[in-house]
């Protein structure tokens, strides 16, 4: 069976720190891959999908990035961490088309200080 | 940007009363997928609706796709506390844009 994992689940960082969050996602190959965040109380803002290995698109401009390094693997990732940063990190995955589900991470919960 | 909307972003209801939201989008969607979001967790699959005006039940919830294929609603009837959380609307294909959710608030 499928799984996704994301972590930490849990972050505080300082302003103007560099940022790595990882999700890797197993049992599947080739998935279409997500990053979101979730100001508190908010909805989903979609940061970056990725499509492919090195494919990445983004949604949002700002002082976040994405890699793709391998084919399950997806990181986002910051140099200098502003106080807007805050907030709920997602990572989901579904399989390569447009019509099936989506399975989320557990989140990681970022606290910019 | 965002192309797909919901409404209401809050509603609060006495348990057993009815709860309604509704997504909307700007263009025609190949298909609509929600999700629920529990307090502190993260979002979890619903249902998708493909078809234009289809309609699908799942128990005490009811989810229709309009005959343009350009909105969508989520109704539960008789609400109850596990009910409590945040459902979503998504579509836009690859991207899956989701809408900005409608927090369900439960008084028991």
């Known amino acids: 069976s499928q799984t996704i994992h994301q972590w930490p689940a849990t972050l505080v960082q300082p302003v103007g720190s560099p940022l790595s969050l990882e999700c890797t996602v197993e049992g599947t190959s080739n998935p279409n891959l997500y990053w979101y965040r979730q100001a508190a109380g908010r909805g989903l803002q979609l940061l970056f999908y990725s499509v492919g290995i090195g494919q990445i698109s983004s949604e949002v401009p700002q002082n976040l990035s994405a890699s793709r390094p391998q084919d399950r693997q997806f990181i986002l990732s910051s140099k200098k961490l502003l106080l807007s940063d805050s907030g709920f990190y997602l990572c989901?995955?579904?399989?390569?088309?447009?019509?099936?589900?989506?399975?989320f991470g557990q989140g990681t919960r970022l606290t910019v200080v | 940007g965002q192309q797909v909307m919901q409404i209401p972003q809050y509603q609060h209801v006495q348990e057993g009363e009815d709860f309604t939201t509704y997504c909307n989008s700007s263009?025609?969607?190949?298909?609509i997928q929600w999700y629920k979001q529990r307090p502190g967790g993260h979002p979890v699959f619903l249902i998708q609706l493909v078809k234009s005006g289809e309609v699908k039940k799942q128990k005490r919830l009811t989810f229709q796709f309009g005959e343009a294929k350009k909105n969508s609603s989520l109704h539960i009837t008789a609400t109850q506390t596990t009910d409590v959380g945040t459902y979503f609307c998504a579509g836009r294909a690859q991207k899956l844009v989701f809408g900005q959710g409608t927090r369900l608030t439960i008084n028991p």
């Open positions: 263009t025609t969607l190949s298909n």
């Open positions: 989901a995955w579904r399989a390569g088309t447009s019509t099936t589900e989506a399975f």
